[in-house]
C-alpha cells in the first residue's frame, strides 16, 4: 500500500531561516504529489503540487518543492521563513490504482517561527 | 463563493449512541472524500466517492462506519455504536474530476464521552 513519511514531526525556526521539510513515499510510479497547509484556526488548503512536466513547482507563499523520482522524494523549501509561516504541513501523494483520486497524508509536520 | 462546509462542527456522544455527519461539497465538484484526523495523527484517508462510480471504501476502519452520497452532492458519514477511540476530527473535502485538488471542509469534531 502507497504510504507517505513525512521526517520531522515539529520544526522550530526563527524567523529568516531557511525551511526544508522532507517527504517520502513508498510507491514507485506515476504519482501526483501535494502540500497542503493548515495554518491556525483554518481550513487545510493547498500550498502547491505536481502532476508531471519541470520536477521543482512553485507554490503560493513563495514555497517550493522539488520532486526527485529516483529518491522517491518531494521536499518542501522556503528560503526564508516569516513567522507567519507558522502552521502545520501536510504531504500527500494520490494513488494512481484509484484513477488518481485516493489521496494518502503523511503524519503532518508542525512548524512554529518566531518572531 | 461557496466552499465545503460539514455540520454540526461538534458532536458530543456517549459510548454506543450513532452519530452521523453532514458534508456538503461545493458545487460542481464530481469527488467527494472522508478523512479522519486523530490527535497528533495525519489525515487517515476513510472513503471517496467519484461521480456515479462505487465509492472506494478502502479506508473505513470498521463495518460501523458507512457513508453515502445522495445526487452526487451531499454526504453523510454514519458511525453506528460509537466508541471512544471514534473520537478525532472528521474531515470532509471535495474536487473537480479533471483535477485532484481537493479543498477542505473545517471538519466536525467529534467526541465520544
Known amino acids: 500500500a502507497q504510504s507517505v513519511s513525512q521526517h520531522n514531526h515539529h520544526v522550530i525556526l526563527s524567523e529568516a531561516a531557511s525551511l526544508e521539510l522532507g517527504c517520502n513515499y513508498s510507491?514507485?510510479?506515476?504519482?501526483?504529489l501535494f502540500w497542503y497547509v493548515q495554518y491556525p484556526g483554518q481550513h487545510l488548503q493547498l500550498l502547491l503540487k505536481y502532476f508531471s512536466g519541470d520536477p521543482l513547482v512553485k507554490g503560493i507563499k513563495g514555497f517550493e518543492a522539488e520532486f526527485i523520482k529516483s529518491k522517491f522524494s518531494f521536499n518542501l523549501r522556503k528560503p526564508s521563513v516569516q513567522w507567519s509561516d507558522t502552521a502545520e504541513y501536510f504531504c500527500a501523494v494520490s494513488d494512481p490504482y484509484s484513477g488518481g483520486f485516493k489521496t494518502i497524508f503523511g503524519a503532518g509536520t508542525r512548524l512554529f517561527v518566531k518572531a | 463563493g461557496a466552499g465545503v462546509s460539514q455540520s454540526p462542527s461538534n458532536k458530543v456522544t456517549e459510548k454506543g449512541k450513532d452519530v452521523e455527519l453532514r458534508c456538503d461539497p461545493i458545487s460542481g465538484h464530481t469527488a467527494l472524500y472522508w478523512y479522519r484526523q486523530s490527535l497528533g495523527q495525519g489525515l487517515e484517508f476513510l472513503i471517496y466517492f467519484q461521480g456515479n462510480s462505487a465509492p472506494d471504501k478502502s479506508g473505513l476502519p470498521s463495518d460501523r462506519f458507512s457513508a453515502e452520497r445522495t445526487g452526487g452532492s451531499v454526504s453523510t458519514l454514519t458511525i453506528q455504536r460509537t466508541q471512544q477511540e471514534d473520537s478525532a476530527v472528521y474531515l470532509c473535502a471535495s474536487s473537480l474530476a479533471t483535477k485532484n485538488e481537493q479543498f477542505f471542509g473545517p471538519g466536525t469534531r467529534l467526541t465520544v464521552l
Open positions: 510507491y514507485g510510479g506515476t504519482v501526483n
